[in-house]
């Protein structure tokens, strides 16, 4: 079940970081009020996008690692 959830946070944080990035920036930009659950909402966006790409840096280190050697 892990693979499949390392899986699911690099396929999102690799196909989803731009709309994620529009939704969450320029979505709350262009609104004049900031509701508190469209700020929650933006943050864990970003956190989903920015564990996706901590886990596929660290697999593609770990596989350039062992091509090297």
Do not use: C
Request: proline content about 1%; charged content about 15%.
């Amino acid at each position: 079940m892990w693979n499949f959830v390392r899986f699911l946070l690099i396929w999102i944080s690799q196909n989803l970081a731009i709309p994620f990035w529009v939704v969450g920036h320029i979505h709350l930009s262009i609104h004049s009020f900031h509701d508190l659950i469209e700020i929650i909402s933006s943050l864990g966006m970003n956190v989903i996008v920015a564990v996706g790409f901590y886990l596929d840096y660290k697999n593609d280190r770990t596989r350039n690692t062992k091509k090297k050697n």
